[in-house]
T-cell receptor, first 119, second 117 residues
Framework: DVKVTQSSRYLVKRTGEKVFLECVQD?????MFWYRQDPGLGLRLIYF???????EKGDIPEGYSVSREKKERFSLILESASTNQTSMYLC??????????????????FGQGTRLTVV | GDSVTQMEGPVTLSEEAFLTINCTYT??????LFWYVQYPGEGLQLLLK?????DKGSNKGFEATYRKETTSFHLEKGSVQVSDSAVYFC????????????????FGQGTILTVHP
């Protein structure tokens, strides 16, 4: 079974702290994603990566950065945490099929989520 | 840009009732469509998917048909159970102009379903 593991289920941090959220997947997937989930807003894409050291901004990248030094690990960094970053953070991964029809791309697999509270 | 709109929730049903959760989308190109489910305290799991027009996805008694003419992908189940209580997300994945995709998903806002015995 594919496993996407997030390092923490719950985190409480202070305003202004630098926060690291870690995600590891064990299925050799090229694509990895960070979403945040807020009530009434669904999931919104923060950043994604389609290869080691590659990163692309999603829809709401402000206040965040990412790091992908190894294929299996994708880190989300809050440079200076603020209260409006209190949220549920979900990591996901998927396999990318180079040169194949889009419909052959695999589903995205999600981690359990990290509930971050910034006080 | 791409967008997904789900019916407003929460939805509360009695066991064995019929379920419909509406989902409509806006996208360029030829999107694939998904329903994900999130049980309490867990991450998202893929429930079903459809990759082209008129495809029907089905799983665990749930069904959804990809309707290109109405840009819809409504989720249905004939008889819900208490164990179906969860948050349901409609999502789409579309390709860029070059025909490739990095697998990005665009989600609807989610619909909370509660089923009572």
């Amino acid at each position: 079974d594919v496993k996407v593991t997030q390092s923490s289920r719950y985190l409480v941090k202070r305003t202004g702290e630098k926060v690291f959220l870690e995600c590891v997947q064990d299925m050799d997937h090229e694509n990895m994603f960070w979403y945040r989930q807020d009530p009434g807003l669904g999931l919104r894409l923060i950043y994604f990566s389609y290869d080691v050291k590659m990163k692309e901004k999603g829809d709401i990248p402000e206040g965040y950065s990412v790091s992908r030094e190894k294929k299996e690990r994708f880190s989300l960094i809050l440079e200076s945490a603020s209260t409006n970053q209190t949220s549920m953070y979900l990591c996901a991964s998927s396999l990318r099929m180079f040169g194949r029809p889009l419909r052959l791309n695999t589903e995205a697999f999600f981690g359990q989520g990290t509930r971050l509270t910034v006080v | 840009g791409d967008s997904v709109t789900q019916m407003e929730g929460p939805v509360t049903l009695s066991e064995e009732a019929f379920l419909t959760i509406n989902c409509t989308y806006t996208a360029t190109g030829y999107p694939s469509l998904f329903w994900y489910v999130q049980y309490p305290g867990e991450g998202l799991q893929l429930l079903l998917k459809a990759t082209k027009a008129d495809d029907k996805g089905s799983n665990k008694g749930f069904e959804a048909t990809y309707r290109k003419e109405t840009t819809s992908f409504h989720l249905e189940k004939g008889s819900v159970q208490v164990s179906d209580s969860a948050v349901y997300f409609c999502a789409l994945r579309s390709a860029n102009a070059g025909g490739t995709s990095y697998g990005k998903l665009t989600f609807g806002q989610g619909t909370i379903l509660t089923v009572h015995p």
